[in-house]
């Protein structure tokens, strides 16, 4: 398979608190997306990290690669209840035109 | 600048019926994109378009038709439903090679198969 899977599967926590959530992939990559899904909407685009990127920060969003691994993980700091959300991962893959979607991290925060 | 916008919102079909899912994008994006979503899943790639005039199959084509005779349009065929496409339907589209590039998603179509 050429999607990420995203772990956990559902993850609650209350405000205030920290989310992490992973994403491991099983062949090499070029880079790989992260995407949240608001109940209802489509997705929207958060952040990208390229093979040779370690880490990268966008706001309160924290996200690491670690090839080596195959894995990558995004980090949301100081949660809000509007980051209630499902968060995808999309390795891209050499040769491949489109992204893959795995099942997805379903975030609740308690408020 | 409405991005990406999908044309209906919400549809009810017979089993045997035929529909046609219109996606649109003002972004002038070279790359188009049709996924569907069955719940508590991700995204399965339907087709996709990587510029006007050319369609390709994604990892669930069959059942569904595509076309994209105008840039910013990328029509869905539905030629006889079936239950077994009762799902969300998400339009996407990117300037350049998705994999690179960020995708903008429509809010979506939810069909309904009877």
């Known amino acids: 398979s050429q999607q990420g899977e995203e772990d956990p599967q559902a993850l609650s926590i209350q405000e205030g608190e920290n989310a992490t959530m992973n994403c491991s992939y099983k062949?090499?990559?070029?880079?790989l997306q992260w995407y949240r899904q608001n109940s209802g909407r489509g997705l929207v685009h958060l952040i990208l990290i390229r093979s040779n990127e370690r880490e990268k920060h966008s706001g309160r969003l924290r996200v690491t690669l670690d090839t080596s691994k195959k894995s990558s993980s995004l980090l949301i700091t100081a949660s809000r209840a509007a980051d209630t959300a499902s968060y995808f991962c999309a390795p891209y893959h050499t040769g491949r035109r489109a992204l893959t979607f795995g099942s997805g991290t379903r975030l609740q925060v308690q408020p | 600048n409405a991005g990406v916008t999908q044309t209906p919102k919400f549809r009810v079909l017979k089993t045997g019926q035929s529909m046609t899912l219109l996606c649109a994008q003002d972004?002038?994006?070279?790359?188009m994109y049709w996924y569907r979503q069955d719940p508590g899943m991700g995204l399965r790639l339907i087709h996709y378009s990587v510029g006007e005039g050319t369609t390709a199959k994604g990892e669930v084509p069959d059942g569904y038709n595509v076309s994209r005779l105008k840039k910013q349009n990328f029509l869905l065929g539905l030629e006889s439903a079936a239950p077994s496409q009762t799902s969300v339907y998400f339009c996407?589209?990117?300037?350049?090679?998705?994999?690179?590039?960020?995708?903008?998603f429509g809010p979506g179509t939810r069909l309904l198969v009877l």
């Open positions: 972004m002038n994006h070279e790359y």
């Open positions: 996407a589209s990117s300037y350049g090679l998705a994999a690179q590039e960020t995708q903008y």
């Open positions: 062949t090499s990559i070029n880079n």
